[in-house]
């Protein structure tokens, strides 16, 4: 059974950072996509950003690019989300997802019905 579990959510003002990490545990994941959604006014889950564990190919949202990094600790058991100037309107809640397998990469990381594994969600809210 595979759990995701995120934390590094919390409060900042705008133009400030925070780094999302979300650990991995069970057995039974060992690599594939995994992404960071977060909930908006318009989708349930708007992807962000996107892994590719295996070869390491990153994918952005156009809201994500040149502020947000996705990547995995050498063990590949946590996956982090840094942040960058922070705005306003990232305040959500985020998610991370996996899905054994690169198909959900290839199509483009950021349709979550792919993802199989999701974690529990972690607050963000950036202030002016």
């Known amino acids: 059974h595979v759990q995701l579990a995120e934390s590094g959510g919390g409060s900042v003002q705008a133009g400030g950072s925070l780094t999302l990490s979300c650990a991995i545990s069970g057995d039974t994941y060992t690599s594939g996509c995994m992404a960071w959604f977060r909930r908006t006014p318009r989708k349930f889950r708007e992807g962000i950003a996107a892994i590719n564990t295996n070869d390491g190919k990153t994918y952005y949202a156009d809201s994500a690019k040149g502020r947000f990094t996705v990547y995995q600790d050498d063990a590949k058991s946590t996956l982090y989300l840094q942040m960058n100037n922070l705005k306003p309107d990232d305040t959500t809640m985020y998610y991370c997802?996996?899905?054994?397998?690169?198909?959900?990469?290839?199509?483009?990381?950021?349709?979550?019905?792919?993802?199989?594994?999701w974690g529990q969600g972690t607050q963000v809210i950036v202030s002016l």
């Open positions: 997802a996996a899905t054994s397998g690169g198909r959900a990469c290839r199509r483009g990381g950021f349709d979550s019905d792919e993802y199989t594994y």
